[in-house]
């Protein structure tokens, strides 16, 4: 089925929505909801079959344009050009890979249009650290108890975020995944602060011939509630916030934004 299949789990699990205008990108098991005025996806929506899933071996693929958006709205080639910018991935090209071997093949080239893509340090991006591994290790959960997954994906669209070459870059990034347990919809979500990854790229440019950057920081990972993820980023998504897993937690708080944030610095300190 092309796009995000909002019953895929059994239960609905609806994406995340946002009150500016988007254009409805579906491709092959996921969907991007892409904000124009920013050039880049507000949400991302990816179904995770764990039973079939097949490893597709990676090749050099080349990133497109998608033509159903005009070239001028998406942030393309020129932003990731001679800097220290990765095209990061927001459906990773694994997910959506599962069916059959053409199927799967399909989903992964899929996941190589630029709507699917968010300027990353290539630290980040590349780290087979704890954002990396997180990735991973919610799709070797699926893959092992042949779970059915629902991913949401995006950058934190904040309009303080600094511009650079016509595009703001995100300096934090949110992630949601969505499963059945117990025959009742559970959620939990993560933040990426990337900014003292990211400053020094920023920096670069105005730096002088020959001038040593500024050293690159390090990134944070923290789980956190989602009703945090939804006040930052803009979205609605009450179904996911009532499954919340951190739900305890923030039930002891007075506000939004007082519930502790779980800094990760292992994947032995997430909860499920």
């Known amino acids: 089925m092309p796009g995000y299949d909002v019953e895929f789990l059994g239960l609905p699990a609806p994406a995340p929505t946002v009150a500016v205008p988007t254009i409805q990108l579906d491709y092959l098991h996921f969907s991007v909801a892409f904000r124009p005025d920013r050039r880049l996806a507000a949400v991302t929506a990816v179904n995770i079959h764990g039973g079939l899933l097949i490893e597709i071996e990676r090749t050099r693929v080349v990133w497109l344009l998608d033509p159903r958006v005009p070239v001028i709205e998406q942030a393309g080639p020129e932003l990731y050009i001679n800097n220290d910018f990765d095209r990061g991935h927001l459906v990773r090209r694994r997910d959506p890979g599962w069916g059959t071997q053409a199927t799967a093949l399909t989903a992964n080239n899929d996941t190589f249009h630029y709507p699917n893509a968010a300027p990353q340090a290539a630290h980040f991006n590349q780290s087979k650290l704890l954002w ?39 300096r934090r990034f949110w992630k949601i995944a969505a499963w059945i347990a117990q025959s009742e919809l559970a959620a939990t979500g993560y933040v990426l602060d990337q900014t003292d990854l990211i400053d020094p790229i920023l920096a670069a440019d105005a730096l002088v011939a020959g001038a040593e950057p500024p050293p690159l920081g390090a990134y944070r990972t923290f789980q956190v509630p989602l009703i945090d993820i939804a006040d930052a980023a803009g979205v609605q998504m009450p179904e996911l916030i009532v499954a919340d897993v951190l739900q305890p937690a923030l039930a002891s708080t007075a506000a939004a934004g007082t519930a502790p944030w779980i800094e990760l610095t292992s994947l032995d300190d997430i909860r499920l």
Do not use: K, M, N, S
Request: glycine share 6%.
């Open 132 to 170: 990396a591994g997180l990735e991973d290790y919610l799709l070797e959960h699926a893959a092992t108890f042949e779970q059915r997954l629902a991913v949401f994906t995006a950058p934190v669209l904040d309009p303080a975020d600094p511009f650079y070459r016509g595009v703001q870059i995100p």
